[in-house]
């Protein structure tokens, strides 16, 4: 790597990927993944394992050396370097501090054979003693790039207690560790012992070998990824094709179907057709017999009434034959009546049941098939590439989506919001490195709130800032301190229903609301149910918190009480557990970003897992160390993909 492009990245390269700040006291493990001191001992203490460490990043398993202590780790030298060039290059906004006095100031001096940092009057000192007189010393402000390459070839220095001044100048055969001359002569006396540098080239013949077949193994491999690609692809066909015809199999039988319903119906239609005819001849027989049974009443009714007596019983025969004639009762026979009804082909619908419509057939020919995998999200774009210009993005932290779905993010190491709109077109930034007001420092968590607007954690700083949607500086509240109104590392943030701002904050091990003006309203955590909390978000009557330390989410009822909690779902060949930020989608499933594992799991809000989406890549759908995750109005959801520089935005299928 040229010095133009560790620079770029410096940041990136002096960060500890536990606890995401700055390395201190860097310890490499033997798989060479380094971390913080301090951090492998938190490790240490949690897994309750004396003797034994588990690396966070690939998670195999080692014995600590000598005592079990992670500090006989070896120290991670060029990384030290790395800080020290880092210093150099920020000394104008953040000061160097002294390696004698501990005073920080822009105005230091480095001396190339100490190894350290001095300032304007310490370097007075430094230059007294006889044996510094040939040390070269260089302001901070004057460093070029070869300068900047001579501290990064500085040499190791030894470990040993009371040696840490001397140069590794031999290895030792015996013990297989690179000593000082004074090891040399003391606890490795009688050692077989060579020059450093004769040790260290025969180790790099041995290592290109072993690269060189691991390029070897690597070609191999990307053709077996290849293959596997090619055969996801034919997969895809025959699948396609299975469909194509199952869909017109599918279609025929409805056809035959329809056809023989149509005949059904036709059926039917005859069968009326023929029993209405004969009704509507029995109803007009009918209605003719009703016609003459009302006009003989009606004539024997005006003869009675217009005839005396004598002439009633005069016709009194005649009335009689009369009335019997049109008397004669017709009965309607309703049994003749036609009754239609539909006997279902049972033995046909029990083997539809039974047998289907046809069958799909797999067949394999050497390997087998892996059982395939159901995906709930699907990426759908992703916006972002590393870069300090706008519209690219520099290790992503948070994000925070408005009421326009304009999605906001901010950029660890370019010390900015920048703001895009939900199809990935760069809108605007604002933001540099500093702590004046509008500046930050490492900025981190990011929330939107009704009024359109940004409230950052600007983490460095010990303080929260709110800007408006274009990105003027309008206030800010809290300073570093363990006070109710100070703050030590904020890292999420996020709104209330109510529109006060929760805020995690972080090394007091607390959670915070504020309102809208920077007043401290409440907080909870302070009876140590908090180890290292990183997020927090409200859903209904709970507070959710996600505890990196504790591996875990932590549920809090309305007055900080604690509730519940529930761990993250992993593998048996997973052993880390670190959720970092939250969100709670549209159809009210918790999300949560698996920040070691590379992808975002989904849970109910009771904790039961639900599903999970991303694997460690840098291609569609994959992650490098996902952060944070936030849902658009229309339910698709945008994740911070820190290592790959990205935002990659997903919908729900």
Not at 50 to 71: A, L, M, W, Y
Not at 87 to 100: L, R, S
Not at 482 to 511: A, E, M, W, Y
Not at 611 to 639: H, N, Q, W, Y
Request: net charge neutral; charged share 25%.
């Amino acid at each position: 790597m040229d010095i133009k492009t560790l620079l770029y990245n410096l940041h990136e390269e002096v960060s500890c990927s536990v606890c995401m700040c700055m390395f201190t006291t860097p310890k490499q493990l033997p798989c060479l993944h380094s971390f913080c001191l301090h951090c492998l001992n938190g490790i240490q203490r949690t897994s309750g394992i004396h003797d034994k460490i588990t690396c966070p990043e690939c998670r195999k398993q080692f014995v600590i050396p000598g005592s079990g202590n992670p500090s006989e780790f070896p120290t991670n030298f060029r990384i030290n370097r790395l800080l020290d060039v880092l210093a150099i290059k920020e000394c104008n906004t953040a000061g160097v501090k002294c390696g004698n006095c501990d005073k920080r100031s822009a105005e230091t001096l480095y001396c190339f054979q100490c190894c350290s940092f001095w300032c304007a009057e310490c370097i007075s000192a430094h230059n007294i003693i006889r044996a510094n007189k040939q040390h070269k010393t260089l302001a901070l402000k004057d460093f070029q790039d070869q300068d900047i390459e001579a501290v990064l070839k500085r040499p190791a220095f030894c470990q040993t207690k009371n040696h840490e001044n001397k140069e590794l100048e031999f290895f030792c055969k015996v013990c297989q560790v690179a000593i000082c001359n004074a090891c040399a002569v003391t606890e490795h006396e009688g050692h077989a012992k060579v020059i450093l540098e004769t040790a260290a080239n025969e180790k790099k013949l041995q290592i290109v070998s072993r690269i060189k077949s691991l390029k070897d193994i690597e070609k191999e491999k990307r053709n077996q990824v290849e293959k596997i690609d090619q055969d996801s692809i034919e997969v895809q066909v025959q699948v396609a094709d299975v469909k194509g015809k199952v869909q017109t199999s599918a279609e025929q039988l409805i056809a035959i179907i329809e056809a023989k319903k149509q005949d059904i119906f036709n059926a039917v239609d005859k069968q009326a057709h023929d029993s209405l005819k004969g009704l509507t001849l029995k109803k007009d027989q009918i209605e003719d017999e009703l016609k003459k049974i009302q006009s003989a009443i009606k004539q024997t009714e005006t003869l009675l009434e217009q005839s005396s007596n004598a002439e009633i019983l005069g016709l009194s025969k005649t009335f009689d034959t009369f009335l019997q004639e049109h008397g004669v009762q017709v009965n309607f026979d309703s049994k003749s009546i036609p009754r239609f009804s539909y006997i279902d082909n049972v033995e046909l619908i029990n083997l539809m049941k039974a047998k289907g419509i046809g069958n799909v057939e797999t067949v394999f020919n050497e390997t087998k098939a892996q059982p395939a995998q159901a995906k709930c999200f699907r990426p759908l774009l992703s916006f972002g590439e590393e870069g300090k210009s706008f519209g690219k993005l520099y290790a992503p932290w948070a994000v925070a989506v408005n009421d326009r779905d304009e999605i906001a993010v901010t950029e660890l190491y370019n010390n900015r919001v920048s703001v895009f709109s939900s199809d990935g077109t760069h809108l605007r930034s604002f933001g540099s490195k500093g702590s004046h007001n509008g500046e930050l420092n490492c900025p981190r968590g990011i929330a939107c709130d009704k009024h359109g607007n940004i409230i950052v954690a600007d983490t460095g700083n010990h303080r929260i800032q709110v800007f408006s949607g274009n990105g003027k500086f309008l206030s800010k509240f809290g300073k570093e301190g363990s006070l109710d109104h100070q703050l030590k590392c904020p890292n999420g943030l996020s709104i209330t229903s109510d529109g006060d701002i929760i805020v995690v904050d972080r090394f007091n091990k607390l959670i915070k609301i504020f309102s809208s003006s920077g007043e401290c309203l409440h907080k909870f955590g302070i009876e140590g149910s908090l180890v290292d909390p990183l997020h927090c978000i409200q859903q209904g009557e709970y507070f959710i918190v996600s505890d990196f330390g504790d591996q875990c989410i932590k549920m809090f009822n309305r007055e900080g009480n604690y509730a519940f909690q529930f761990e993250m779902k992993v593998n048996k060949d997973e052993e880390s557990k670190k959720p970092a930020f939250l969100s709670v989608n549209k159809e009210g499933l918790l999300m949560v970003c698996d920040y070691f594992n590379h992808r975002v799991q989904v849970f109910d809000l009771c904790g039961k897992f639900i599903t999970k989406f991303g694997s460690k890549g840098s291609r569609a759908g994959e992650f490098r160390t996902p952060v944070a995750i936030a849902s658009l109005c229309d339910g698709r959801v945008a994740v911070s993909d820190s290592r790959n520089h990205r935002i990659q935005v997903f919908d729900q299928m």
